[in-house]
């Protein structure tokens, strides 16, 4: 196996884009990500797109050949990538073990999502789409109610209180005000979240992630023949994944996300160190009790200590580790094929020292973890500073 590096990243703003399309968007983020390798994408040999309903968002499928259409890459292969939530991380992961097993040199990973286009109760049913559908969403539970669920469970067994979740709230939109693709640029308070109306007792809308459109790539090739493009290349030190139940119900422990941990458990001994290790985390917080329960399945908190590291500063700058310091999902934004490629685009912003204001210091390892549904698919990612 090939030592796996990233040469370029691009990324489009989040958030409401009524001028744009699912093409413009992707095309954009392309674009960016090309540049900034140094690359014409005559060299590219393969690509990767992570995106989860297009057709039922966008009415648009066979995303790959209209990607590779519009992006000039015509006739390498692309290819649509599919995990709900976690379509972008595997659109990664799939771009990675490309590269590392020698099949392709040089290639594309990208994500893209065009959701605001439809009602919120259309969107709604759509994701759905990604829990069971005959236990789940056929019997009404949308991923609100799912996360509820997981909350209230969280919140019995080691005592959290709803306002333990919403300094997660107020922790991320206070990191996404340096971001400038972050969809909310605004600081709330802890009252605002706990003032805001319920969505699924007891989770309420400013504990959850919004409807966003979006786009964002990243360009990968072996360690090797990086520095043909970059002097600031950052080594993909592992990549791992695994699957739960997709249904809620089948799960041993609703207040713990088990796919995570077995997939950071791999991560890590592939990367050979341990959670003490990484500096920064971006971490998949559809909802807050998601970085909450991620937090602890990744080893950076005890399990039933996760519901005090915001509110506690631990998991800010000045703290133990810097979680989500693009703003997260609930501060960035969730185009939900994107997310997990913009995880990967803040991460390698922040070990090249380029993250402007909200620079983590010294860093030197990032890690990502990106979710599908809830908890049924779950990719973990660390990246490195290359010495």
């Not at 200590?305 to 989500?324: D, L, Q």
């Amino acid at each position: 196996m090939r030592r796996v590096a990233i040469i370029g990243i691009g990324i489009t703003k989040f958030g409401e884009h009524w001028d744009k399309g699912i093409r413009e968007l992707a095309l954009e983020a392309g674009i960016k990500a090309i540049a900034d390798a140094g690359l014409e994408g005559e060299k590219i040999d393969a690509g990767y797109v992570g995106n989860m309903a297009a057709g039922s968002f966008a009415l648009q499928e066979h995303l790959g050949a209209m990607l590779a259409d519009h992006l000039g890459l015509n006739p390498i292969p692309v290819v649509k990538v599919e995990a709900a939530c976690a379509s972008g991380a595997v659109a990664f992961r799939q771009a990675y073990m490309a590269v590392a097993s020698g099949i392709h040199d040089i290639v594309v990973a990208g994500g893209v999502e065009k959701m605001t286009d439809l009602d919120t109760e259309t969107v709604t049913k759509i994701l759905s789409a990604a829990g069971d559908q005959e236990w789940e969403a056929f019997q009404g539970a949308t991923f609100p109610s799912l996360y509820a669920l997981m909350m209230r469970s969280y919140m019995l067994k080691y005592g959290a209180t709803e306002e333990d979740f919403a300094y997660v709230a107020v922790k991320n939109h206070r990191h996404a005000k340096n971001v400038e693709y972050a969809q909310f640029r605004n600081e709330i308070t802890l009252e605002q979240v706990m003032e805001s109306k319920y969505v699924a007792e007891p989770i309420k809308v400013l504990d959850s992630s919004p409807i966003s459109d979006g786009a964002a790539a990243v360009i990968l090739t072996s360690l090797d023949q990086a520095y043909s493009y970059t002097s600031e290349p950052i080594e993909v030190l592992a990549s791992s994944q695994a699957t739960d139940t997709i249904a809620l119900h089948d799960r041993e422990d609703l207040s713990y996300v088990k796919a995570t941990e077995i997939a950071a458990t791999k991560a890590y001994k592939q990367a050979n160190i341990t959670p003490t290790h990484i500096d920064l985390a971006e971490v998949h917080d559809a909802f807050t009790i998601g970085e909450v329960m991620a937090i602890e399945a990744l080893g950076f908190f005890e399990r039933g200590e996760g519901y005090k590291a915001a509110r506690e500063g631990w998991s800010t700058y000045g703290g133990k580790i810097v979680i989500n310091p693009s703003g997260g999902l609930k501060g960035a934004g969730h185009p939900v094929g994107a997310t997990g490629i913009k995880q990967i685009y803040e991460i390698v912003l922040q070990l090249r020292g380029k993250a402007g204001s909200r620079q983590v210091k010294n860093a030197t390892y990032g890690l990502a973890n990106n979710v599908g549904g809830s908890g049924a698919t779950s990719v973990v990612t660390i990246l490195g500073k290359v010495y």
